[in-house]
Nanobody, 124 residues
Framework: QVQLVESGGQLVQAGGSLRLSCAAS????????MGWFRQAPGKAREFVGR????????YYADSVKGRFTISRDNAKNTVDLQMNSLKPEDTAVYYC?????????????????WGRGTQVTVSS
């Protein structure tokens, strides 16, 4: 089993930047691809991006492409989400998730373990 804990969420002004971090413990971190999802009030949870096990490959939702960057440090068991040019519509609870699935999964069912989330609020 893998335990995931997100941190770094806060209130930020539109146009600003924020870096979220997810710390993993338990099984070998490098065995898992890692994803970020978000859930805005009243909306379904949606895929944000994903990084491969070794960190060489990333994939992003169109809504964040060019603004968000995912990175990971397998030595520290962490995965980060750098968010730039934030917009009010980026306001959501952000979750990291671990996946054993091969290939890119943009669906929740493709992920085996989830953190509890961290709140990001972008003011206009």
């Amino acid at each position: 089993q893998v335990q995931l804990v997100e941190s770094g969420g806060q209130l930020v002004q539109a146009g600003g930047s924020l870096r979220l971090s997810c710390a993993a413990s338990g099984r070998t971190f490098s065995n898992y691809a890692m994803g970020w999802f978000r859930q805005a009030p009243g909306k379904a949870r949606e895929f944000v991006g994903r990084i491969s096990r070794g960190g060489s490959s990333t994939y992003y939702a169109d809504s964040v492409k060019g603004r968000f960057t995912i990175s990971r440090d397998n030595a520290k068991n962490t995965v980060d989400l750098q968010m730039n040019s934030l917009k009010p519509e980026d306001t959501a609870v952000y979750y990291c998730a671990a996946s054993t699935a091969l290939g890119v999964s943009t669906f929740e069912r493709g992920y085996d373990y989830w953190g509890r989330g961290t709140q990001v609020t972008v003011s206009s």
